[in-house]
């Protein structure tokens, strides 16, 4: 179902101000743009042969969280047990190629593909990483306001170029 502009435009708000939140660490802002059944995904890209049906595997995955565990996640991050992320990661989202669909059965939920591209700093070193895919993001309004959903995130990489995956996509 195609989406009404000004909904689009909410939703490419609502991401943009999200990797704000991301990118300048304030990460118990951002649980609360999330829905309490909020679902977040990494699934493990594998080579596979053309007439696979995916690239991505149905049972594996470097991510698999809720809303309770990224709370847990976000909770040690700010702990002096957290040093992997001691000092902390500094990464800029590059978010691009909306595109939008309204949910067929709840016209209060969006879903948005996006593209992305995410930097990633650290220590005073002049190396750096990036990692980059496609993100399938789902939103709804609760009280007025966009609420992140669902989160699943497809990497272009079959091995991840970071030592850690302690940062957020």
């Given at each position: 179902?195609?989406?009404p502009f000004d909904l689009y435009?909410?939703?490419?708000e609502f991401f943009l101000q999200e990797a704000e939140l991301i990118d300048d660490r304030k990460f118990k802002e951002?649980?609360?743009?999330?829905t309490e059944d909020f679902t977040y995904r990494i699934p493990i890209r594998v080579t596979r042969e053309k007439a696979a049906p995916s690239e991505f595997s149905q049972h594996s995955s470097l991510m698999n969280e809720t809303k309770s565990t990224?709370?847990?996640?976000?909770?040690r991050t700010f702990s002096e047990y957290n040093w992997a992320e001691d000092p902390a990661?500094?990464?800029?989202?590059f978010l691009t190629n909306f595109r939008a669909r309204q949910d067929e059965q709840h016209e209060n939920?969006?879903?948005?593909?996006t593209n992305f591209l995410l930097y990633?700093?650290?220590f005073d070193s002049t190396s750096f990483q990036f990692l980059s895919g496609e993100r399938h993001d789902s939103i709804r309004k609760e009280?007025?306001?966009w609420k992140l959903s669902k989160r699943l995130i497809l990497l272009d990489h079959t091995t991840v170029p970071m030592s850690n995956l302690a940062i957020f996509i």
């Open positions: 179902m195609k989406v435009q909410e939703g490419v951002w649980l609360n743009v999330m990224m709370e847990i996640r976000i909770m990661s500094r990464t800029r989202h939920e969006l879903h948005f593909k990633r700093g650290k009280d007025g306001e």
